[in-house]
């Protein structure tokens, strides 16, 4: 078995509902799949001495998810008094609606379209609940509504689907981009380096200890993939299929069509650059 501490990363070991750090718990979703790994993380955050807690990506419409969450915070004296969405995937955000029908509480994200109640999302914008500060980071690129919300107190950052607890992300083309995709990990390394996050608490896999080797990863990955399309290019792979039959051959063909959107996105940021 390899050492978790030689993976990417550094992940903690099996995912499971429970506590990761001191002001989050994750209420594990049951939508296990090949794109959602174990399934939707869905974050509870709150002061230890507070009675008000926020919830990250209430997750998928499941009834019983949502009220496992509503039973989780009040098993530990807390009163969901705001939810948050990372972006609006539905594996992180379709049952926001009814899980605001639950808690009486508004939804904040950064697309309109997903709020309910006034106020939306910033970057930089602080977020203050019960004395829990989470700092909103803008981090587009899976998809242009992406945003991960930074913990200062517990030196962590939840990163949605922008890093994973386990392999690495698509680039959502059209939607996503992949120069918007490469800022928002350099602006999470200047996380890492300038403001001590050393813990990524993931919208799906495990927990990683180590998130400045976990950006890292994925920008050296990035690079290469890169490299192999471009290659591919002037091989004579034209189309997105082609590409990924030609460069993805080693990875699970139930993820083709994944990587065809982010061979579309790494296409169409070659053509930009002048470099295809």
């Avoid at 001191?22 to 979703?29: M, P, S, T």
């Avoid at 998810?65 to 609006?88: F, M, Q, S």
Wanted: glycine share 10%; proline share 6%; hydrophobic share 40%.
């Amino acid at each position: 078995m390899t050492d978790a501490a030689a993976l990417p990363g550094q992940p903690r070991g099996a995912v499971v509902s429970g506590r990761a750090t001191e002001r989050a718990v994750n209420v594990l979703a049951p939508n296990p799949s090949a794109m959602t790994l174990d399934g939707t993380n869905t974050w509870l955050l709150s002061e230890p001495d507070s009675p008000l807690a926020v919830v990250v990506d209430p997750g998928p419409l499941d009834e019983a998810h949502l009220r496992r969450v509503i039973d989780t915070a009040e098993r530990l004296g807390k009163r969901v008094a705001l939810t948050l969405l990372t972006h609006g995937h539905p594996d992180h955000a379709e049952g926001a609606g009814r899980f605001a029908e639950l808690t009486g509480t508004a939804v904040r994200a950064l697309d309109p379209a997903l709020r309910l109640g006034d106020e939306g999302l910033t970057a930089g914008r602080a977020i203050e609940v019960g004395g829990l500060e989470l700092r909103v980071v803008p981090t587009p690129g899976h998809t242009a509504d992406s945003l991960s919300f930074h913990l200062p107190a517990d030196r962590a950052v939840l990163t949605g689907d922008t890093i994973l607890g386990r392999g690495t992300t698509m680039v959502a083309h059209p939607d996503g981009r992949l120069g918007d995709y490469l800022d928002s990990l350099r602006r999470l390394r200047s996380l890492t380096v300038d403001d001590g996050v050393r813990t990524v608490l993931p919208g799906h896999g495990p927990v990683l200890e180590d998130a400045q080797g976990a950006v890292e990863y994925y920008l050296a990955h990035r690079a290469t993939r890169l490299a192999q399309v471009e290659t591919a290019v002037e091989d004579g792979y034209r189309t997105a299929a082609d590409v990924v039959a030609h460069v993805y051959a080693d990875v699970d063909r139930s993820l083709w069509p994944a990587a065809e959107l982010s061979v579309r996105a790494q296409l169409e940021y070659l053509t930009e650059h002048g470099l295809i």
